[in-house]
T-cell receptor, first 115, second 116 residues
Framework: GQQLNQSPQSMFIQEGEDVSMNCTSSSIFNTWLWYKQDPGEGPVLLIALYKAGELTSNGRLTAQFGITRKDSFLNISASIPSDVGIYFCAGPDAMTTDSWGKLQFGAGTQVVVTP | EAGVAQSPRYKIIEKRQSVAFWCNPISGHATLYWYQQILGQGPKLLIQFQNNGVVDDSQLPKDRFSAERLKGVDSTLKIQPAKLEDSAVYLC??????????????FGPGTRLLVL
């Protein structure tokens, strides 16, 4: 099956700094999703990407669908304390004919923001 | 709109005991998912329902795990008997398809299971 590799595993940053993380796949994805999980909660969808090369923003978040369709990037600008959490990349299993449904998740990037 | 509800939020059991989790999806969502999230990992899909039918249960350990969604709304996930390695967060998610064919999975808060 597909493998999603996220890096870095964790990041300790100061408030106001920018954050970058990425996700790579062993095979092609048709959709890339970025989720955030707060402690004790379920993941929440931040950004969805549907086309190679697509660049999409959601407030201070910007994500890109890599041209090779095997990678994606998430950037957070001017981090604030509430950005703390685990960020996951995910995508539907390419073996399914349905473009959604069976999602594969990366292992996550833990972000810690210090004042 | 109310989100995905799950109960209990926490459960501690001894190995070889049985446990059941309950999920109430967002009203009107036809698709329901159960995921297992082991500490330090991303969620892993266990089973997917479309209304009251199973779409995919290829990653469900069927010798000990079972799930049902009898009336196409609420769902229960059961583990019998539990093993130490079943300690994890069990997440329920639901979704509905937009007119454009896309869908967003909305997750519940999860049930944290500790098997001793």
């Amino acid at each position: 099956g597909q493998q999603l590799n996220q890096s870095p595993q964790s990041m300790f940053i100061q408030e106001g700094e920018d954050v970058s993380m990425n996700c790579t796949s062993s095979s092609i994805f048709n959709t890339w999703l970025w989720y955030k999980q707060d402690p004790g909660e379920g993941p929440v969808l931040l950004i969805a990407l549907y086309k190679a090369g697509e660049l999409t923003s959601n407030g201070r978040l910007t994500a890109q669908f890599g041209i090779t369709r095997k990678d994606s990037f998430l950037n957070i600008s001017a981090s604030i304390p509430s950005d703390v959490g685990i960020y996951f990349c995910a995508g539907p299993d390419a073996m399914t004919t349905d473009s959604w449904g069976k999602l594969q998740f990366g292992a996550g990037t833990q972000v810690v923001v210090t004042p | 709109e109310a989100g995905v509800a799950q109960s209990p939020r926490y459960k501690i059991i001894e190995k070889r005991q049985s446990v059941a989790f309950w999920c109430n999806p967002i009203s009107g969502h036809a698709t329901l998912y159960w995921y297992q999230q082991i500490l330090g990992q991303g969620p892993k899909l266990l089973i997917q329902f479309q209304n009251n039918g199973v779409v995919d249960d290829s990653q469900l350990p069927k010798d000990r795990f079972s799930a049902e969604r009898l009336k196409g709304v609420d769902s229960t996930l059961k583990i019998q008997p539990a093993k130490l390695e079943d300690s994890a967060v069990y997440l329920c998610a639901s979704s509905s398809r937009t007119s454009g064919g896309r869908e967003t999975q909305y997750f519940g808060p999860g049930t944290r299971l500790l098997v001793l």
